[in-house]
């Protein structure tokens, strides 16, 4: 009776956030600048192949209205603000991950934050990888740490320099970090790059 009682509770509340409406944000913003973020939101919803119109058009406008967001909140503080500036993002930083939690999966939501940077998070950690084959699994698991909290950062830029900027920090973090567990980096780096000239030769 309880398992039944709890499928029709989760069933209703599914039901419940899939008919709910997520509005766009757009009241006194630039027409062109709406349907930039609109588009540019729309790209990270086509590649979570959602089903549904109504879930999808959601999670395009939670992803477009953090955007917005995002842009009234830099706009609002000059460079002799940065701690007032960081204090607002961070007040707002979980909201992005709790409103896509009513419609997607985890793994959903990371696919979301890495549409929102670049995809940098997966090609630097392969990239890392395809250079220093012989990293132990501690090591890839403590890269793909600094590499997530590189992105939470990143997803509170103002623009991709700012997104870019922050793996491009956690990098040298990672490097100076590899390099005192005595891994030469030029070196592997040339051999990673003689290994990728040989297949590109096959």
């Known amino acids: 009776m ?8 989760l069933m209703l509340f599914t039901l419940t956030a899939s008919a709910q409406t997520v509005v766009l944000d757009c009241e006194g913003r630039d027409s062109t600048y709406v349907e930039t973020i609109k588009n540019r939101a729309q790209k990270i919803v086509d590649g979570l192949q959602l089903n549904d119109k109504q879930t999808a058009r959601n999670v ?3 992803i477009a209205n953090r955007y ?3 842009n009234d909140i830099h ?14 993002l961070y007040k707002h930083h979980f909201e992005l991950a709790s409103a896509l939690a009513l419609y997607l999966t985890e793994e959903q939501i990371d696919a979301v934050k890495d549409g929102m940077t670049f995809g940098r998070l997966k090609r630097d950690y392969q990239a890392t990888q395809d250079m220093i084959p012989s990293l132990s699994e501690f090591e890839k698991k403590q890269i793909l740490i600094w590499l997530k909290e590189a992105r ?7 623009d991709s320099k700012g997104k870019h900027f922050w793996f ?7 490097n100076n970090w590899l390099s005192a567990r005595g891994y030469d980096l030029q070196k592997e780096r040339e051999q990673w790059l003689q290994r990728q000239k040989e297949q590109e030769k096959k």
């Open 2 to 9: 309880k398992k039944v009682l709890y499928t029709a509770l």
């Open 60 to 62: 395009r406008n939670i």
């Open 68 to 70: 917005f967001l995002l």
């Open 75 to 88: 706009s609002k503080y000059d460079k002799t603000q940065q701690d007032a500036l960081y204090a607002e």
């Open 152 to 158: 939470e950062y990143a997803m509170d830029a103002a």
């Open 168 to 174: 491009d920090k956690y990098r040298g973090r990672t």
